[in-house]
């Protein structure tokens, strides 16, 4: 949401910026020029609900962007409190729950040829590790729904890589009803854009040069390529099936054959939504100016070769690689590199980065302790 804030002051726009902790780094956003506390959606949905519709009520907002899976499904399912203050530009909720759903995702993706990994839904523990038997060890285990409401709560569960049954088992137990998924080597490509009614408005596509955690996790530094040959036409059959509205990312794993596999979709801000928006694709102002009426100039294309990097994550990717003993794929990571944006830094605006820092220290003191 840092990257959305800065994007949208970039453009023009002011920015009401929200948060369950003070500490968070768009609080401090010079780029925000408002800022409220709520309750964590995840943790007191209704609470969270309640004190963003008085914030509308009694603010002067006219487009409201969720931030997290639990806002977004917050969000949506409490809309009619919320929409006669802002514009949500969301679909219906089914639709919603849909982009919120692997399960939709993998049948969708197959029927618009991004084809996913093998996977099997399993009900039972004994599915679960029958599956991991027959794909081999590591299995990805994931949530089928990435959010789900319990007693007023809402559980946010991530993929896991599991490298024996054990985790299996575990993993099992902590999320019931799952997804196992075949694990399949290949870079990481990354589709983002604007979903509305009338098709995309802009697109980015992006290549992980490096992810944190190592054998899975999130960029922490990519890079703008390129779209590949009929891809654009596959995400946009893919968005329509699942019938989702606005800033969305999906990722996709590049086979050898140069065939996409899909195996993620974010339909909100996403982790390196900075390099969208220096890579000429405002992805937040499109969407805003899109709901207010107004017509966005989209760019014909995005810029190639432009790099982000995730400061703090990529730092630890460089100390993995120095704990394997590979001291010149270290040396990479650390090399200084030509027109990269960062998630947290800014010359322009310092705080952000400071207070990331803290918050990691904080998490470090808690460890140790």
């Given amino acids: 949401m840092l990257a959305v804030i800065r994007c949208l002051d970039d453009s023009g726009f002011e920015v009401a910026a929200t948060a369950s902790t003070r500490l968070a780094p768009g609080l401090w956003s010079r780029a ?3 800022r409220r506390i709520l309750p964590a959606a995840g943790a007191d949905i209704e609470g969270f609900v309640a004190r963003l519709e008085t914030l509308l009520r009694i603010g002067r907002s006219q487009v409201l962007i969720p931030g ?6 917050a969000v949506s399912r409490y809309r009619d409190r919320l929409s006669r203050y802002v514009k949500i530009g969301l679909p219906d909720h089914d639709s919603v729950m849909q982009a919120l ?3 939709c995702l993998g049948r969708y993706s197959a029927a618009a040829g991004l084809t996913p990994p093998d996977c099997r839904v399993c009900e039972r523990v004994e599915d679960a590790l029958a599956a991991a038997s027959a794909f081999g060890f590591p299995v990805l285990v994931k949530p089928v729904r990435t959010v789900s409401e319990d007693g007023g709560k809402l559980v946010r569960n991530s993929s896991r890589l599991a490298p024996d049954e054990q985790v299996v088992r575990d993993l099992h137990r902590q999320l019931g009803r799952c997804i196992v998924q075949r694990r399949e080597t290949g870079q990481v490509v990354s589709f983002a854009g604007v979903a509305t009614d009338s098709g995309m408005l802009g697109s980015v596509v992006s290549r992980y040069r490096r992810t944190w955690p190592p054998e899975g996790g999130n960029a922490c530094f990519s890079e703008t390529i390129p779209a590949p040959a009929h891809l654009a036409e596959r995400v946009e059959a893919l968005i329509g099936a699942i019938g989702w509205r606005g800033i969305f990312e999906l990722e996709l794993i590049e086979r050898s054959d140069g065939s996409m ?3 993620d979709f974010n339909p909100r801000a996403y982790g390196s939504l900075s390099l969208a928006c220096a890579a000429g694709v405002p992805l937040p102002s499109i969407w805003c100016r899109r709901l207010l009426g107004e017509q966005p100039v989209i760019p014909a294309m995005a810029r190639v070769g432009l790099r982000y990097r995730w400061e703090d994550a990529d730092l630890r990717h460089a100390a993995w690689q120095l704990r394997r003993g590979a001291v010149k794929r270290a040396a990479g990571v650390l090399a200084p590199q030509a027109d990269v944006t960062h ?8 705080a952000p980065l400071v207070l990331r820092g803290l918050e990691l220290a904080r998490v ?3 460890a140790y302790h």
């Avoid at 997290?68 to 499904?73: I, K, N, P, R």
């Avoid at 998630?343 to 310092?350: E, H, K, N, Q, V």
């Fill in 364 to 366: 470090a003191a808690r």
């Fill in 343 to 350: 998630a947290y830094l800014r010359y322009s605006d310092p």
């Fill in 261 to 263: 596999a899909a195996i």
């Fill in 32 to 34: 925000s020029t408002e």
């Fill in 101 to 103: 759903d692997r399960e």
């Fill in 68 to 73: 997290t899976d639990a806002a977004l499904y």
